[in-house]
C-alpha cells in the first residue's frame, strides 16, 4: 500500500467517490474540503492519474508534522533534493488559507539559506502552484505539498497533476461538436466511468457525441454506445476514429442507432450515461416550459429503467440525469427516481455536478439492482 494526498477538484464529494470506488481497497486517513489522504494499492504516476476526472493534483505522502514542525521538514525534504546547482520547488498549501503560503515561503527561504542551500520559490505572487507551473518544474525541481488538518501538515511531493490541455483538446478539437444537444465535460465523464465499479463493457445508452465512449477508450475499457438521432451516431464515429489517430488507444468500440426504451440485444457489464438534458445548459427556463420538459424526461428514463429491468444481467448503472435550478434559489429533481426505486433500482450514490450560471445541472446517480 502507498499513502498519497488527493487534491479535489470544483466537485469534492464526487472526486472523492470517484476516488474511493476506482481504488477499491483503500483506507482514508484524512479528508477535508479540498483534500484526501489514502492508502491504496495502485501505484499513481501522471499516466494513471490522467484516469481520474475529479482530482487535480496527487502527492506521494513523505510525513506528518505538527504545525511547528513545518518548516524544519519541508527545509529537509528540499535539503535532500539539492544537488550543488540552484534548487527550484514550488510549495502549495491546502486545508488553510492561501495566505498562509507567503510567510512559510519567506521563513523556508531564510531557513534554507541558513543551510547554504541556493534556492528559488516558483510560486508566482504567493499562490498555489498550477498545473503549468508544475510541468515546468518537474523536470528540474520539486513541488512540495502540505495539507494542514486539526494543527498537524500532511506534507507529500506532487506526482501528477491534472493535464488541463489534453482535457481542452478532446473537449473543443474533436470533430463533431453540438451545442444543441449538450455534451458532457470528458472530466465528468470519466468519474461516471469510474463510479461504475466493475470491469467490462460499458454501454452508453444516450451517447450522443460519444464523450464517455471516447473517455471510456482512454481508460482502456470496451464500449458501446447508442443513441435514438443517426446524425450524432455518425458524429460520435468522427469523434472516436479522431481520437484514436490523436491520443492512440488499443481499445474498440461499437456504435449504433437505437432507442433507449425498446429491448437491447448487445451484451454489456455496466451502464454510464449522460441522459438527455431537455434543454441547454445554459437557457434558463419558466416554470410553465419546466413542467412540460420535466414530464417528458421522466416518462423518457421510466421507460428506460422499465426496459433495463427486462434484462437478466443486473449490472451497475451510473446516470447523470438532469436537474433545473430555478429562479428561487431551489434545486428542481426529476420525479421518475423514486419510482425507478420502486421498480428495485436501489440507490447507492447521489451527488450534484453543476457550473455556475448554468440552469440546468446534473444529478449523478448510481443505482444497483
Ligand atoms: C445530452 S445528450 C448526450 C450527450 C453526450 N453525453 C455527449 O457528451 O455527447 C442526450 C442524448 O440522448 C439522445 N436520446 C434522447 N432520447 C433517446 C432515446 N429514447 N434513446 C436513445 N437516445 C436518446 C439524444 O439524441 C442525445 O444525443
Known amino acids: 500500500m502507498s499513502t498519497y494526498i488527493f487534491i479535489t477538484g470544483k466537485h469534492p464529494e464526487l472526486s472523492i467517490a470517484e476516488l474511493k470506488a476506482r481504488y477499491p481497497k483503500h483506507k482514508v486517513w484524512v479528508k477535508g474540503d479540498d483534500f484526501m489522504v489514502m492508502d491504496i494499492s495502485e501505484k499513481i504516476n501522471q499516466s494513471e492519474f490522467n484516469h481520474l476526472g475529479g482530482s487535480v493534483k496527487a502527492a506521494e505522502f513523505i510525513k506528518e508534522v505538527k504545525k511547528e514542525a513545518l518548516i524544519e521538514v519541508l527545509a529537509d525534504i528540499l535539503n535532500s533534493h539539492y544537488q550543488d546547482m540552484k534548487l527550484d520547488y514550488g510549495l502549495s498549501l491546502y486545508g488553510t488559507s492561501e495566505k498562509q503560503l507567503r510567510p512559510v515561503l519567506l521563513k523556508l527561504k531564510k531557513k534554507l539559506k541558513a543551510d547554504g542551500i541556493k534556492s528559488r520559490f516558483i510560486n508566482n505572487q504567493f499562490k498555489n502552484i498550477s498545473s503549468a507551473q508544475y510541468k515546468s518544474i518537474s523536470k528540474k525541481g520539486i513541488e512540495l505539498i502540505a495539507v494542514s488538518n486539526k494543527g498537524r501538515f500532511t506534507v ?42 466493475v470491469k467490462g463493457k460499458i454501454w452508453d445508452p444516450f451517447c450522443g457525441s460519444g464523450t464517455l465512449i471516447m473517455e471510456g477508450l482512454l481508460m482502456g475499457r470496451q464500449m458501446i454506445g447508442s443513441d435514438i438521432n443517426q446524425k450524432h451516431i455518425e458524429g460520435a464515429k468522427k469523434n472516436t476514429a479522431w481520437l484514436k489517430k490523436e491520443f492512440g488507444t488499443s481499445s474498440s468500440e461499437e456504435l449504433l442507432v437505437h432507442d433507449a426504451t425498446t429491448p437491447f440485444k448487445e451484451s ?56 433545473f435550478k430555478l429562479r428561487n434559489g431551489r434545486d428542481e429533481e426529476l420525479k421518475c427516481i423514486r419510482q425507478i426505486e420502486k421498480m428495485g433500482f436501489k440507490k447507492t450514490l447521489h451527488l450534484k455536478y453543476s457550473r455556475e450560471g448554468q440552469a440546468v445541472g446534473r444529478s449523478v446517480y448510481r443505482f444497483m439492482y
Open 268 to 323: 454489456f457489464d455496466a451502464i454510464a450515461f449522460e441522459g438527455d438534458l431537455g434543454v441547454p445548459h445554459n437557457q434558463s427556463i419558466k416554470s410553465d416550459q419546466l413542467k412540460v420538459i420535466a414530464e417528458g424526461l421522466d416518462e423518457l428514463y421510466i421507460e428506460f429503467f422499465k426496459n433495463l429491468k427486462k434484462i437478466k444481467k443486473k449490472v451497475p448503472v451510473v446516470a447523470a440525469l438532469p436537474f
Open 156 to 197: 507529500g511531493h506532487t506526482v501528477a497533476v491534472q493535464d488541463i490541455d489534453a482535457y481542452s483538446k478532446r473537449d473543443y478539437e474533436k470533430p463533431f461538436r453540438s451545442m444543441q444537444m449538450g455534451m458532457m465535460p470528458p472530466k465528468l465523464a470519466q468519474i461516471l466511468i469510474n463510479l461504475v465499479g
